[in-house]
């Protein structure tokens, strides 16, 4: 098995006017997706990402600097991700396309990227 991000692309605050009732039905959309993958072994991990406070670092003339962002002209942000467990890439996308974050507003698109297993390229390294 391997490892796949799922990154959720959104327009910056699409669901900050909803009533409190969609935005709870949007929830549990969310999460019985979730249980599902996870009864299915597929989940390893996920979470919603807050809204602000996100901070940039940056290096400029050689020294980390770090800024507010993301800046105001963003058309899109990432609003969450999952990290799920798929036999490949073909199974990575089967399982994409049936996150509800796609149906949930238009413009709203996933992101899939395999995660390299670093502990797998340590062991290598260690045994040549």
Known sequence: MSQFMLLLHQA????VDLPREKMME?????????????????????EKLAAGGVRHVRVKDGK???SDGP????????????LIEARDAAEAE???QDCPHLGLAPG????IRPVDDMEAARRAA???
């Not at 599902?36 to 072994?41: A, D, Q, Y």
């Not at 709203?108 to 992101?111: I, L, P, T």
């Open 94 to 96: 089967a399982i994409a």
């Open 126 to 128: 260690a045994a040549s």
């Open 26 to 46: 949007m929830t549990r959309r969310y999460m019985g997706w979730a249980d599902m993958l996870r009864r299915k072994g597929k989940l390893a991990g996920g």
């Open 12 to 15: 910056p605050n699409y669901n």
């Open 71 to 82: 800046y105001a002209e963003a058309k899109e942000v990432i609003g969450g991700y999952f």
């Open 64 to 66: 980390p600097v770090v």
């Open 108 to 111: 709203n698109w996933v992101e």
